[in-house]
């Protein structure tokens, strides 16, 4: 609606993980580099902790596409399923495709052992991203995935002897607490990374930036609107994206020609109304940006 007034070719501030508005700040591209290593050195597993909103979406899809570009891998990304192990199971064998029917975790198991015996099946290294991973709740599925990163891939030239699977596990800081419960699945974790809320000159940065990526002039908003999003919003990528397209269509609706501290604050308070969270930026609405 309001593309043509702020001369946009899109929305730029929609929460989704369209990699072409990606802004990776210094700990966000360290902690996909650090993904990065534990998927080309065939490590067990990696963890990475934030809050809701942070951008742990965003970096998976960046490591997604990374992963496309090695040769002899593969990424399956799914959110945990209810159902504990068979939940887990039953993503894992879909993400297969033998065509076959998915029967029971143990149906699964061989299914894996199978394919990666057999030369010819074509199985690949996969690297499972599990998202939301703080809503594991049963220890039966703590143990699946120890049986996964039990396999093998033997044989392979550029990698002889490695697991047949790196488990990236993402999610709220409930699953620092989860980990450090949980000692066998802390030792296979080669790296655990926390991604921090982006700091005034990050979330400067991070709205000039997506204005830039959608057409945009990266100088509609004022100094001290950028100020008081950065306040308001506590560097919450999701709350910067609420904030920000509310001002976009405020603006439009004023024919203002800039978004000002008083559009903005206009913004922040239409925002926050609605869930109800006054100074409160945490709440959980998903992880996709």
């Not at 998202?131 to 044989?155: C, K, V, Y």
């Not at 800081?173 to 066998?184: D, G, K, M, N, S």
């Not at 100088?219 to 950065?230: I, Q, T």
Request: glycine share 8%.
């Amino acid at each position: 609606m309001y593309l043509a007034h702020w001369n946009l070719r899109e929305e730029p501030f929609q929460n989704v993980t369209d990699s072409r508005f990606a802004y990776l700040s210094d700990q966000h591209q360290e902690g996909l580099a650090r993904l990065i290593y534990l998927v080309k050195g065939r490590k067990l597993g990696g963890a990475l902790i934030g809050p809701y909103g942070v951008g742990k979406s965003m970096v998976l899809e960046m490591l997604a596409q990374n992963v496309a570009t090695i040769p002899g891998c593969r990424f399956v990304r799914f959110d945990v399923p209810p159902g504990g192990s068979s939940g887990l199971a039953r993503q894992v064998f879909w993400s297969m495709e033998t065509g076959r029917t998915y029967e029971d975790v143990a149906s699964v198991l061989e299914t894996v052992r199978g394919l990666i015996a057999n030369p010819k099946s074509g199985f690949q290294h996969t690297v499972l991203a599990i998202d939301e991973a703080q809503l594991i709740r049963e220890s039966d599925s703590l143990d699946f995935l120890h049986l996964l990163t039990n396999f093998r891939l033997t044989g392979r030239p550029d990698h002889p002897d490695s697991p047949a699977f790196t488990v990236i596990l993402a999610g709220h800081e409930q699953l620092a607490a989860l980990i450090a419960r949980e000692t066998a699945l802390r030792q296979r974790l080669s790296m655990i990374w926390h991604l921090e809320p982006l700091n005034e000159r990050q979330t400067i940065e991070y709205v000039e930036s997506r204005m830039r990526a959608a057409g945009g002039d990266i100088w509609v908003f004022e100094e001290n609107a950028l100020a008081e999003v950065a306040a308001a919003s506590k560097g919450i990528p999701r709350m910067i994206n609420n904030m920000c397209d509310v001002a976009l269509m405020m603006g439009f609706a004023l024919k203002a020609t800039k978004i000002s501290l008083s559009i903005m604050q206009q913004a922040v308070a239409e925002v926050r109304q609605p869930m109800g969270i006054g100074d409160d930026t945490g709440a959980p609405e998903g992880d996709k940006v």
